[in-house]
């Protein structure tokens, strides 16, 4: 490579360049004498330029991300919300910077959360501080609305400060029906496999019917509508849920249900 800028670029140019760019920049010959076209054609117009920050991997990026779990979870139950227009919606543990700010641009939003939470700035967003996997009848029936995305997979690993539990998705998702009120919501999502597996300590993976089999003491739930997110990041609406779900090696569903 550096034979290359040698011969391209003449040898008085060449030692600039290597003393000014580090060498992970310049073994992207490609990539960085676009960039130094640009540059000088900038400079020649009249720009003028403080310091150099090269970045190479934009030329030819697309204009954005439209796949994977998060983009299409959010996106599809913020509109879910927006569509219904619930007295109150709770969330645990989504993301903030996803999710929780998409439905927090159109609506009040109160999130939970096992950690902390910095100042958010938002006067439509409350936190309240709990562990999910505690029982608290004063949280019992508050709300008509409930979410909670690509979380609790994560309960009883320790991961985020949690106690070990390795019952504790059962007892979180116990504990996210009681809060619901007759008749409420629930949005839930987690990793699909083929199989359930535990990946200690970044998550849990389920097959996307297990969730059907996960114990409820004084309370029924009806599933309304199944989404999923494949392997390759791509959306498939409300599709049956049953045994002839594709396999995944880690797709996302996404759970609508209703509680009685």
Known sequence: ????????LGDKLSDTLRKTFPSSILSDFPGFYRYWKNRKSFQRLGGLIDSSHVILSDFEDFAGESKGHYFHQDFLVASFIAAKNPVRHIDVGSRIDGF?????????IEIIDVRELGEIGHPQVKFVQRD???????FNEITDSLSCLHTIEHFGLGRYGDPVNPDGYKV?????VDM?????????????SKKNEVHFN???????????????????LTLERFDYVDDIGDLHRDKPLDE???DFVYGCGI?????A
């Open 172 to 176: 979180g998702f116990q504990n996210l």
């Open 100 to 108: 929780v700010a998409h439905v927090g641009s159109f609506r009040e």
């Open 244 to 246: 002839t779900t594709p």
């Open 202 to 220: 970044a998550h849990r993976v389920f097959h996307p019917t297990d969730v059907l089999t996960w114990p409820l003491s004084n309370a029924a």
């Open 180 to 192: 619901l009120k007759p008749g409420g919501t629930l949005y839930l999502s987690f990793p699909i």
């Open 132 to 138: 999910m996997m505690k029982s608290n009848p004063q």
């Open 1 to 8: 490579m550096r034979s290359l800028i040698r011969t391209i």
């Open 255 to 259: 759970y609508t249900f209703r509680k």
